[in-house]
């Protein structure tokens, strides 16, 4: 029970025999108090119009033997409510809103949602995660992978989640994960937001960084360099022979040239401004050109810039088309010699469109 609800099912599915992704999410609360009432009857679902689609199935309230509907399309509102905007990044996602018009004590409160569709940019490929949220529990959380055994997805669990029960029917394999009566508990105080601390389930379809680079490769090669930006380069590379030290010296020297905002409608967030209309313009806009690193050395590099997220580099591979201004940064640091290794963080999927029906972040916060 949290917040006047009484949470009492949260049922997660993703669906991956189909060409088209598809997040299903089931969620079931019981209205405990007037603060609940208020806060269940707003029902909310995120996506992005760029590549994903919505369907709602049902908003129901079940009032004694009386089941009432109010899923109609009428009764939706498309809001683009930009909740990054104050932290510069601007994505352009639409969160789809519904006030229930009478929902009182007593009332039991069910909705069902699924989101269609991935980027594109991905090539199809699938990441996301399982967590099962342990600050404010269901009664009962169930999660639910599909796919093709064909496909190979590449897993990582942490906090001992509950074990997976898998049942195959030819070519298909259905993954299952169950938590019935999950104790809450509260992270201590100033506890840092990148801890995963939920127990959770990480899915990628990328083996390894390679894996990533490959696919974004040919997003950042073709650009001249801008004279005076080449110069620049040049001269970095002339007085700063470690490597090691020239990747810093380069950084700050992007740090204190560019401003940044994260411009990121659609697969913004993951493909490539023109290197020119960032120089230009001294405005680093969404994921930007990291080939710009070319400093005469034959190598991958890794910077990570520990600002608002932390990069899981012991986790699976994952992509996100949600950027954060630190990976932005780092970006610029990560490719010498025309090479390609963005700073790819596992810090959001699709199931983000669920936020508001459950938990869905891996910590919890």
């Given amino acids: 029970m949290a917040n006047g609800a009484c949470r009492l099912l949260s049922d997660l599915q993703v669906n991956l025999r189909q060409p088209e992704q598809a997040w299903h999410c089931r969620t079931v609360q019981r209205v405990l108090t007037r603060e609940g009432a208020q806060r269940v009857a707003h029902v909310v679902a995120e996506f992005d119009p760029g590549f994903q689609r919505i369907e709602v199935h049902f908003v129901s309230v079940v009032r004694g033997g009386e089941r009432i509907e109010h899923a109609r399309p009428e009764a939706f509102q498309l809001l683009r409510r930009e909740t990054n905007l104050e932290r510069l990044i601007f994505d352009g996602r639409l969160t789809a809103s519904l006030l229930i018009p009478d929902v009182r004590i007593g009332d039991v409160v069910e909705t069902g949602v699924t989101v269609y569709g991935g980027a594109p940019v991905l090539g199809g490929l699938?990441?996301?995660?399982?967590?099962?949220?342990?600050s404010n529990p269901w009664f009962e959380s169930r999660q639910r992978l599909l796919r093709p055994r064909s496909r190979r997805i590449f897993t990582k669990e942490f906090n001992n989640p509950p074990e997976r029960h898998v049942a195959e029917d030819g070519e298909m394999e259905d993954s299952r994960w169950k938590v019935v009566g999950q104790q809450r508990s509260e992270p201590e105080a100033l506890t840092p937001p990148w801890l995963i601390l939920n127990p959770a389930v990480q899915f990628s379809e990328f083996e390894s960084w390679n894996d990533v680079a490959r696919l974004l490769a040919p997003f950042y090669e073709g650009d001249a360099f801008p004279e005076a930006l080449a110069e620049e380069v040049n001269r970095?590379?002339?007085a700063h022979q470690d490597p090691a030290e020239r990747a810093v010296e380069w950084l700050r020297f992007v740090q204190q040239e560019l401003r940044y905002f994260a411009f990121s409608l659609g697969e913004g967030g993951l493909t490539p401004r023109k290197l020119e209309a960032i120089w230009s313009t001294r405005l680093a806009i969404a994921r930007m050109r990291p080939h710009s690193m070319r400093l005469a050395h034959d190598s991958w590099a890794w910077i990570h810039v520990l600002r608002w997220s932390r990069p899981h580099t012991d986790s699976p591979s994952m992509m996100s088309y949600r950027v954060r201004a630190s990976s932005i940064i780092a970006s610029f640091a990560c490719v010498w010699m025309?090479?390609?290794?963005?700073?790819i963080q596992p810090c959001r999927s699709s199931q983000a469109a669920f936020r508001t029906f459950s938990s869905r972040m891996p910590g919890g916060r």
């Fill in 338 to 343: 025309g090479r390609t290794t963005g700073l």
């Fill in 236 to 238: 970095l590379a002339a």
């Fill in 126 to 134: 699938f990441t996301g995660w399982f967590a099962f949220d342990s």
